[in-house]
Protein backbone atom coordinates (compact mmCIF):
# COMPACT_ATOMS: atom_id res chain seq x y z
CA UNK A 1 0.00 0.00 0.00
CA UNK A 2 1.54 3.24 -0.84
CA UNK A 3 2.50 5.64 2.20
CA UNK A 4 -0.41 8.22 1.70
CA UNK A 5 -3.08 5.62 1.63
CA UNK A 6 -1.60 4.40 5.53
CA UNK A 7 -2.78 7.90 7.00
CA UNK A 8 -6.47 7.18 8.19
CA UNK A 9 -7.15 10.92 7.23
CA UNK A 10 -6.32 10.48 3.87
CA UNK A 11 -8.13 7.62 3.24
CA UNK A 12 -11.33 9.62 4.26
CA UNK A 13 -10.02 12.11 1.87
CA UNK A 14 -9.61 9.82 -0.88
CA UNK A 15 -13.37 8.55 -0.39
CA UNK A 16 -15.13 12.13 -0.44
CA UNK A 17 -12.65 13.48 -2.96
CA UNK A 18 -13.55 10.31 -5.66
CA UNK A 19 -17.44 11.15 -5.03
CA UNK A 20 -16.76 15.04 -5.07
CA UNK A 21 -15.24 14.19 -8.36
CA UNK A 22 -18.07 12.09 -9.70
CA UNK A 23 -20.80 14.46 -9.12
CA UNK A 24 -19.34 17.50 -9.71
CA UNK A 25 -18.37 17.29 -13.68
CA UNK A 26 -21.83 15.36 -14.21
CA UNK A 27 -23.53 18.56 -13.07
CA UNK A 28 -21.07 20.62 -14.70
CA UNK A 29 -21.88 19.40 -18.16
CA UNK A 30 -25.52 20.26 -17.73
CA UNK A 31 -24.45 23.28 -16.39
CA UNK A 32 -21.67 24.64 -19.38
CA UNK A 33 -24.17 23.92 -22.22
CA UNK A 34 -26.96 26.07 -20.07
CA UNK A 35 -24.41 28.80 -19.74
CA UNK A 36 -24.91 28.83 -16.15
CA UNK A 37 -21.38 28.71 -15.71
CA UNK A 38 -22.04 31.49 -13.06
CA UNK A 39 -24.58 29.68 -10.64
CA UNK A 40 -21.82 27.71 -8.71
CA UNK A 41 -19.85 30.94 -7.76
CA UNK A 42 -23.17 32.20 -6.24
CA UNK A 43 -24.51 29.12 -4.76
CA UNK A 44 -21.03 28.70 -2.89
CA UNK A 45 -21.20 31.83 -1.44
CA UNK A 46 -24.02 31.46 -0.08
CA UNK A 47 -23.21 28.35 1.05
CA UNK A 48 -20.44 30.36 3.07
CA UNK A 49 -22.99 32.12 5.05
CA UNK A 50 -25.17 28.57 5.65
CA UNK A 51 -21.29 27.28 7.22
CA UNK A 52 -21.30 30.43 9.36
CA UNK A 53 -24.91 30.38 10.56
CA UNK A 54 -24.41 26.29 11.25
CA UNK A 55 -21.27 27.39 13.45
CA UNK A 56 -23.33 30.04 15.36
CA UNK A 57 -25.61 27.89 16.01
CA UNK A 58 -24.14 24.62 17.31
CA UNK A 59 -25.21 22.93 13.52
CA UNK A 60 -23.05 20.60 12.04
CA UNK A 61 -22.18 23.01 8.76
CA UNK A 62 -22.89 21.04 6.01
CA UNK A 63 -26.40 20.47 7.11
CA UNK A 64 -27.18 23.99 7.11
CA UNK A 65 -24.87 24.76 4.01
CA UNK A 66 -27.01 22.88 2.15
CA UNK A 67 -30.34 24.19 3.69
CA UNK A 68 -29.10 27.71 2.84
CA UNK A 69 -27.92 26.78 -0.79
CA UNK A 70 -31.30 25.12 -1.45
CA UNK A 71 -33.44 27.88 -0.32
CA UNK A 72 -30.66 30.16 -2.58
CA UNK A 73 -31.36 28.04 -5.77
CA UNK A 74 -34.69 28.17 -5.21
CA UNK A 75 -34.47 32.12 -5.66
CA UNK A 76 -32.63 32.05 -8.31
CA UNK A 77 -34.72 30.01 -10.23
CA UNK A 78 -37.90 32.20 -8.99
CA UNK A 79 -35.66 35.42 -9.82
CA UNK A 80 -35.39 34.07 -13.49
CA UNK A 81 -38.97 33.97 -14.35
CA UNK A 82 -39.22 37.36 -12.77
CA UNK A 83 -36.59 38.81 -15.36
CA UNK A 84 -37.26 36.67 -17.91
CA UNK A 85 -34.92 38.87 -20.72
CA UNK A 86 -32.78 39.49 -17.91
CA UNK A 87 -31.61 35.61 -16.78
CA UNK A 88 -28.14 36.97 -15.72
CA UNK A 89 -29.83 39.41 -12.82
CA UNK A 90 -31.12 35.91 -10.50
CA UNK A 91 -27.34 35.25 -9.99
CA UNK A 92 -26.03 38.46 -9.60
CA UNK A 93 -29.00 39.20 -6.67
CA UNK A 94 -28.51 36.18 -5.39
CA UNK A 95 -24.71 36.41 -5.05
CA UNK A 96 -24.89 39.84 -3.90
CA UNK A 97 -27.17 38.42 -1.05
CA UNK A 98 -24.98 35.69 -0.30
CA UNK A 99 -21.81 37.57 0.10
CA UNK A 100 -23.50 40.34 2.43
CA UNK A 101 -24.91 37.50 4.71
CA UNK A 102 -21.87 35.46 4.85
CA UNK A 103 -19.91 38.72 5.71
CA UNK A 104 -22.40 39.63 8.39
CA UNK A 105 -22.70 35.91 10.10
CA UNK A 106 -18.89 35.49 10.01
CA UNK A 107 -18.19 38.77 11.64
CA UNK A 108 -20.27 37.64 14.81
CA UNK A 109 -18.61 34.41 15.15
CA UNK A 110 -15.17 33.71 16.48
CA UNK A 111 -14.53 30.68 14.52
CA UNK A 112 -12.15 32.16 11.52
CA UNK A 113 -10.02 29.09 11.24
CA UNK A 114 -13.03 26.49 11.19
CA UNK A 115 -14.21 29.11 8.28
CA UNK A 116 -11.26 29.08 6.47
CA UNK A 117 -11.25 25.35 6.10
CA UNK A 118 -13.85 25.57 4.33
CA UNK A 119 -13.28 28.46 2.20
CA UNK A 120 -10.38 26.60 0.99
CA UNK A 121 -10.62 22.83 1.65
CA UNK A 122 -8.78 20.76 4.31
CA UNK A 123 -7.96 16.81 3.68
CA UNK A 124 -7.10 16.52 7.65
CA UNK A 125 -10.32 17.62 8.61
CA UNK A 126 -12.26 15.79 6.67
CA UNK A 127 -14.17 13.50 9.21
CA UNK A 128 -16.07 9.87 9.15
CA UNK A 129 -19.42 11.81 9.36
CA UNK A 130 -18.28 13.96 6.65
CA UNK A 131 -17.26 11.00 4.50
CA UNK A 132 -20.66 9.23 5.13
CA UNK A 133 -22.77 12.22 4.43
CA UNK A 134 -20.82 12.87 1.03
CA UNK A 135 -21.22 9.61 -0.14
CA UNK A 136 -24.50 9.65 0.67
CA UNK A 137 -25.44 12.88 -1.22
CA UNK A 138 -23.12 11.76 -3.87
CA UNK A 139 -24.96 8.66 -4.47
CA UNK A 140 -28.79 10.52 -4.44
CA UNK A 141 -27.46 12.71 -6.77
CA UNK A 142 -26.12 10.53 -9.05
CA UNK A 143 -29.18 8.49 -9.16
CA UNK A 144 -31.01 11.46 -9.41
CA UNK A 145 -29.01 12.01 -12.66
CA UNK A 146 -29.09 9.28 -14.29
CA UNK A 147 -33.04 8.78 -13.70
CA UNK A 148 -33.32 12.55 -15.23
CA UNK A 149 -30.71 11.98 -17.79
CA UNK A 150 -32.92 12.17 -21.40
CA UNK A 151 -34.87 15.50 -19.95
CA UNK A 152 -32.00 17.57 -18.33
CA UNK A 153 -30.67 16.85 -21.62
CA UNK A 154 -33.28 18.34 -23.84
CA UNK A 155 -33.64 21.04 -21.24
CA UNK A 156 -29.92 22.16 -21.70
CA UNK A 157 -30.51 22.60 -25.18
CA UNK A 158 -34.02 24.13 -25.67
CA UNK A 159 -36.55 24.59 -22.88
CA UNK A 160 -39.41 25.60 -25.39
CA UNK A 161 -38.76 21.79 -27.70
CA UNK A 162 -38.38 20.22 -24.29
CA UNK A 163 -41.67 21.32 -23.42
CA UNK A 164 -43.65 20.34 -25.86
CA UNK A 165 -42.26 16.86 -25.92
CA UNK A 166 -43.60 16.20 -22.15
CA UNK A 167 -40.90 17.09 -20.04
CA UNK A 168 -41.92 18.71 -17.11
CA UNK A 169 -39.34 21.70 -17.28
CA UNK A 170 -40.64 23.81 -14.89
CA UNK A 171 -40.13 21.19 -11.88
CA UNK A 172 -37.52 19.63 -13.95
CA UNK A 173 -35.67 23.26 -13.59
CA UNK A 174 -35.86 22.99 -9.78
CA UNK A 175 -34.83 19.61 -8.88
CA UNK A 176 -32.16 20.60 -10.78
CA UNK A 177 -31.02 23.48 -9.21
CA UNK A 178 -31.23 21.75 -5.78
CA UNK A 179 -29.11 19.40 -6.94
CA UNK A 180 -26.68 21.85 -8.20
CA UNK A 181 -26.94 23.10 -4.65
CA UNK A 182 -26.19 19.68 -3.14
CA UNK A 183 -23.05 19.23 -5.11
CA UNK A 184 -21.83 22.45 -3.62
CA UNK A 185 -22.57 21.46 -0.12
CA UNK A 186 -21.16 18.09 -0.49
CA UNK A 187 -17.54 19.50 -2.36
CA UNK A 188 -16.99 22.18 -0.08
CA UNK A 189 -15.16 19.78 2.50
CA UNK A 190 -12.94 18.69 0.11
CA UNK A 191 -12.11 21.88 -3.06
CA UNK A 192 -13.23 24.95 -0.48
CA UNK A 193 -16.11 26.99 -1.31
CA UNK A 194 -14.76 29.70 -3.00
CA UNK A 195 -13.14 27.22 -6.06
CA UNK A 196 -15.67 24.28 -5.94
CA UNK A 197 -17.37 25.84 -8.82
CA UNK A 198 -14.11 25.41 -10.84
CA UNK A 199 -14.23 21.54 -10.23
CA UNK A 200 -17.51 21.80 -11.85
CA UNK A 201 -16.55 23.60 -14.90
CA UNK A 202 -12.65 23.40 -15.79
CA UNK A 203 -13.36 19.72 -16.17
CA UNK A 204 -15.79 20.11 -18.76
CA UNK A 205 -14.33 22.95 -20.85
CA UNK A 206 -11.60 20.30 -21.31
CA UNK A 207 -13.77 17.44 -22.12
CA UNK A 208 -15.75 20.09 -24.53
CA UNK A 209 -12.52 20.32 -26.63
CA UNK A 210 -12.13 16.48 -27.73
CA UNK A 211 -15.55 14.83 -27.27
CA UNK A 212 -17.43 14.20 -30.46
CA UNK A 213 -20.95 13.75 -28.43
CA UNK A 214 -22.43 14.54 -24.78
CA UNK A 215 -22.08 11.17 -23.43
CA UNK A 216 -18.35 11.05 -24.25
CA UNK A 217 -18.37 14.86 -23.18
CA UNK A 218 -19.81 13.67 -19.99
CA UNK A 219 -17.21 10.51 -19.68
CA UNK A 220 -14.27 12.71 -19.91
CA UNK A 221 -15.08 15.38 -17.51
CA UNK A 222 -15.61 12.73 -15.18
CA UNK A 223 -12.12 11.31 -16.29
CA UNK A 224 -10.74 14.61 -15.86
CA UNK A 225 -12.05 15.25 -12.60
CA UNK A 226 -10.89 12.39 -10.79
CA UNK A 227 -7.46 12.97 -12.44
CA UNK A 228 -7.82 16.40 -10.95
CA UNK A 229 -8.83 15.21 -7.31
CA UNK A 230 -6.25 12.29 -7.40
CA UNK A 231 -3.19 14.41 -8.63
CA UNK A 232 -4.50 17.48 -6.27
CA UNK A 233 -4.93 15.67 -2.94
CA UNK A 234 -1.56 13.56 -3.44
CA UNK A 235 0.52 16.92 -4.47
CA UNK A 236 -1.60 18.50 -1.86
CA UNK A 237 -0.13 16.14 0.92
CA UNK A 238 3.13 15.81 -0.01
CA UNK A 239 4.22 19.70 -0.61
CA UNK A 240 1.69 20.70 2.40
CA UNK A 241 -0.80 22.68 0.14
CA UNK A 242 -3.90 23.07 0.05
CA UNK A 243 -6.07 20.53 -1.08
CA UNK A 244 -8.50 22.45 -3.01
CA UNK A 245 -5.84 25.04 -4.68
CA UNK A 246 -3.85 21.97 -6.07
CA UNK A 247 -7.06 20.30 -6.96
CA UNK A 248 -8.02 23.33 -9.11
CA UNK A 249 -4.85 23.83 -10.87
CA UNK A 250 -4.62 20.24 -11.73
CA UNK A 251 -7.67 20.50 -13.28
CA UNK A 252 -6.59 23.60 -15.42
CA UNK A 253 -3.19 22.13 -15.90
CA UNK A 254 -5.12 18.63 -17.60
CA UNK A 255 -7.22 21.51 -19.70
CA UNK A 256 -3.95 23.57 -20.81
CA UNK A 257 -2.86 19.82 -21.13
CA UNK A 258 -5.51 19.07 -24.05
CA UNK A 259 -4.73 22.85 -25.67
CA UNK A 260 -1.14 21.94 -26.10
CA UNK A 261 -1.80 18.13 -27.49
CA UNK A 262 -4.85 19.74 -29.57
CA UNK A 263 -2.45 22.52 -31.24
CA UNK A 264 0.48 20.12 -31.88
CA UNK A 265 -2.61 17.57 -33.21
CA UNK A 266 -3.44 20.37 -35.87
CA UNK A 267 0.00 21.13 -36.75
CA UNK A 268 0.84 17.98 -37.92
CA UNK A 269 -2.37 17.55 -39.51
CA UNK A 270 -1.72 20.74 -41.49
CA UNK A 271 2.14 20.01 -42.45
CA UNK A 272 0.99 16.53 -43.37
CA UNK A 273 -2.10 18.59 -46.15
CA UNK A 274 0.83 20.78 -47.31
CA UNK A 275 3.53 18.08 -48.10
CA UNK A 276 0.54 15.80 -49.79
CA UNK A 277 -0.24 19.65 -51.86
CA UNK A 278 3.15 19.93 -52.86
CA UNK A 279 3.52 16.03 -53.73
CA UNK A 280 0.43 16.39 -55.91
CA UNK A 281 2.04 19.23 -58.17
Known amino acids: MPEILTYSFMQRAFIAGIMVALICPSIGIFIVLRRLSMIGDTLSHVALAGVAAGMLGGVYPVYSALVFSVVAALGVEQLRKTYKDYAELSI ?42 VVILSII ?34 YFIILIAGTISVAMRIVGILLVSSLMVV ?5 LQIAKSFKAAWFYSVIFGLLSVIIGLTLSFYADLAPGGTIVLSAVGILVGVFIVQGLSRSITNNRSYESSWEKI
Do not use: C, H, Q
Not at 101 to 130: E, H, P, Q, R
Not at 203 to 207: D, E, G, H, M, T
Open 92 to 133: AIVLSTGIGLATILISMGNANAAIFSYLFGSIALVSSKDVLV
Open 203 to 207: PVAAS
Open 141 to 174: ILVSILLLYRGLFYISFDEEAASLSGVPVKWMNI
